[in-house]
């Protein structure tokens, strides 16, 4: 069984990954963390904009909160509509070397 041993915004110091887009957590960024215990332990590390992102995206899908969202893995094309427009950096992140309109010159 899990067990929190922390949840909390801490700003990076050195450089992490985001346990849900994958990319890089730079210096200065506020951030969650979460440590917790199952079978040794583990810590979460996400943006905090991708969090919401994944609040969203479980609401959206109507999943539970154990159903464990991972946007890497989950968020599909079919989820842009809502996506970009609430969460474009976020978006940026997920498909970098997406055009977005505003952009198109
Ligand atoms: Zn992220």
């Known amino acids: ?18 346990d849900q887009c994958d990319r890089a957590i730079t210096p200065g960024t506020v951030y969650r963390r ?18 919401s992102a994944a609040q969203h995206y479980a609401e959206y899908h109507d ?11 989950d968020i ?9 427009p609430i969460f474009p950096e976020v978006a940026r992140r997920l498909w970098p070397d997406r055009i977005f309109p505003e952009e198109r010159v």
Do not use: P, Q
């Not at 069984?1 to 985001?18: I, T």
């Not at 979460?34 to 969090?51: K, Q």
């Not at 999943?63 to 893995?73: I, K, S, T």
């Not at 599909?76 to 970009?84: H, P, T």
């Open 1 to 18: 069984m899990s067990h929190v041993l922390s949840d909390c915004e801490v700003r990076a110091r050195k450089k992490h990954r985001c």
């Open 34 to 51: 979460v440590v917790h215990t199952y079978d040794g332990f583990f810590t979460y590390t996400a943006h905090l904009d991708c969090e």
């Open 63 to 73: 999943l539970g909160h154990d159903d464990g969202v991972h946007l890497r893995n």
């Open 76 to 84: 599909a094309r079919e989820d842009e509509g809502w996506l970009i």
